[in-house]
């Protein structure tokens, strides 16, 4: 049974001075044509029409005195902004958490994810000229692959056995998963490095594919003060060091270290980074390439924070079994041991100064 804290009643009062959403980013698109306004869902009239598109949602909850530094948590793949907010089994997130701590957390929805509406990313021509308004989906997870992708466990619904997943909100964790599309990485960083013109200086929180827009807002804006990046799919290093990496266990390529130009990777040498790696993560090829694909990940964060550190960076990799942390899945901001995982991002940014 899932927990009910709708009583608050183990809880003290959440204080909010003050919370709303907003959109931000993008840009407009008008299709081809001449509007009819005599015409409406049958076949349905856009031609002429007038389109929003590549905006990002954000939702915030500021506390009375909060910290100068907000939060900004960025999502990952087949996720919403939903993955900060409350954990499967009902307890309270991230977002709460932090909130309690006296930040101000920004929530966000990536653009053409959730709660941001239209998707936004350049595909054929249809009736937009040179964009297409609702992609094909290219990711949609099951509730296997979901489990496999999220190290739940070694095969579809056998858990590891020192997993730290609340095994009794399986169904729940699945309904937090949305349709993937085909992501513009460029659109989705601009939205963010927008929402920072609007907020001021902050740090990213992210997760999964959300590593690489942290990284690319990062290297756009200079009010990106800090990056504490749960398990980050893909990582970067300065173009003319080598991307190679070994492959996965099929023999195919894992899309997990990418080229950024040198005076670009260079921005993400002043300021502090941190990624966490969860338990349970293959060394030697697995057969279970949806699993396999968080070895090459991990190989890559680790390229990535050498380059920096290289470049006189300030990255550190948290490997939580090293600290005895163990079997925390891709989600460890959801598992069991939630307080645990933001008391280390509180002590990181302590340590920074930038709480």
């Not at 009583?7 to 907003?22: N, W, Y």
């Not at 907010?85 to 006296?102: A, M």
Request: net charge negative; with cysteine.
């Amino acid at each position: 049974m899932l927990r009910d804290f709708r009583s608050g009643a183990d809880k003290e009062p959440l204080l909010i001075a003050q919370q709303g959403s907003f959109f931000v980013g993008g840009r407009t698109v008008t299709a081809r044509g001449t509007f009819d306004p005599g015409r409406f869902f049958v076949p349905f009239n856009s031609q002429g029409q007038t389109y929003s598109i590549g905006h990002l949602y954000a939702q915030y909850q500021i506390p009375p005195d909060a910290r100068e530094l907000p939060l900004v948590m960025v999502h990952g793949g087949c996720q919403t902004g939903k993955t900060w907010e409350t954990t499967p089994d009902g307890r309270e997130g991230l977002q709460t958490i932090f909130v309690r701590r006296g930040f101000a957390v920004y929530v966000i929805d990536f653009p053409g994810r959730g709660r941001s509406g239209i998707p936004s990313f350049s595909g054929p021509l249809g009736d937009l000229a040179g964009t297409q308004i609702i992609p094909p989906t290219t990711i949609n997870f099951g509730h296997e692959l979901a489990f496999l992708a999220g190290r739940l466990g070694p095969r579809p619904f056998e858990f590891y056995p020192n997993t730290q997943f609340p095994k009794h909100a399986l169904e729940e964790f699945y309904r937090h998963g949305v349709a993937g599309i085909a992501d513009d990485a460029d659109v989705i960083s601009g939205a963010i490095a927008a929402l920072l013109d609007r907020i001021g200086p902050a740090i990213l929180i992210t997760h999964s594919q959300g590593g690489l827009m942290g990284w690319l807002a990062a290297a756009r804006s200079a009010n990106v003060r800090a990056i504490v990046a749960y398990e980050p799919f893909v990582s970067c290093v300065p173009q003319g060091e080598a991307c190679d990496l070994p492959p996965l266990s099929d023999g195919s390529a894992g899309a997990s270290l990418e080229a950024m130009p040198a005076e670009r990777f260079a921005k993400l040498t002043s300021i502090p980074i941190q990624i966490i790696w969860g338990d349970n993560i293959p060394s030697e090829p697995f057969p279970v390439v949806a699993t396999d694909v968080w070895r090459l990940s991990k190989l890559a964060s680790l390229r990535f924070a050498d380059a920096l550190n290289r470049r006189g960076g300030n990255a550190s990799i948290l490997d939580l079994p090293s600290i005895g942390i163990r079997g925390n899945t891709h989600f460890p901001f959801s598992d069991l041991n939630t307080v645990q995982i933001a008391d280390l991002l509180s002590e990181f940014l302590h340590q920074k100064g930038l709480d």
